[in-house]
């Protein structure tokens, strides 16, 4: 944190701010688990209800939380592993228009689907099963701060607790899910503009990656208006296997 104010500290757009501000104490080691930790590592198994949970979780819980930030008007998530490749504009996001946007995908591919996550959304929000062939794992994403604030207020009320003490007993979270599949299933506003299109390529293999890189450097997607590229983060790509993509993004 001190590293990040010192180098933006004459960047008057930008707020530093902490996970820790927002994110409850159950999400992290307690006392006795960091302990044990230090005098006995490989005993650490016995104590997991003590563990909180792994970071992948609390980025999720982070993001559920950003109206402690901001007070209305729409969020836009961009994850580290998202990189920009075309001039854009808000109208290109939807943000100009009167109708509010939420991206539902359906993947063609059975490996590209999130069936659990869509079932366990629909679980946390005390609603019947349904149909798992869509997603709302799409880059950017865009949610609406009174729209979350609500999705907050239902869990509570459902769950009889903190929604974050809801999150922490689920385990099994996805956030960009749990809020598509409220504002679907649960608010259904009239105002609602569902976008089947991503803004964005991904690559979620090595496979796909190597396909994605080939159809790029061959100028196959010249045509495509989607405006970012996701690579997961989780491939073990060297940084070396990146830099022609790169380059003739950012020199086309």
Known sequence: MPEFRS????????????????VSELFYP???????????????????????????????????????????????????DL???RPFDLMDLGLTDTTRTLVRITPKDESSKHRSHVDQSRRILSL???????????????W??????ELHNYIQNTANSDWQKAMYTAKHISEY????VFVEE????ANLSIRARPFNIIAWDLASFESTKTRMLNAEDSEDDRISLVIQSN??????????????????
């Open 30 to 80: 307690d006392f006795l688990y960091k302990l044990i930790g230090k005098i006995a590592k490989h005993q650490l198994w016995r104590f997991e209800k003590h563990a909180g949970r792994p970071g992948w979780i609390i980025q999720q819980i982070v993001k559920l939380a950003c109206n402690h930030w901001v007070d209305e008007g729409a969020v836009v998530f961009i994850d580290s």
């Open 83 to 85: 990189i920009f490749i």
């Open 235 to 252: 491939l073990k790509i060297p940084t070396s296997a990146y830099e022609d993509l790169l380059r003739h993004i950012i020199c086309q």
């Open 7 to 22: 180098a933006l500290k004459d960047d008057k757009d930008v707020e530093i701010v902490s996970q820790q501000d927002v």
């Open 186 to 189: 649960v608010l259904k506003p």
């Open 177 to 180: 899910t749990i809020y598509g």
């Open 128 to 142: 019947p099963p349904g149909s798992s062939e869509h997603h709302y794992m799409a880059y950017p994403t865009i």
């Open 144 to 149: 609406y701060v009174d729209w979350l604030k």
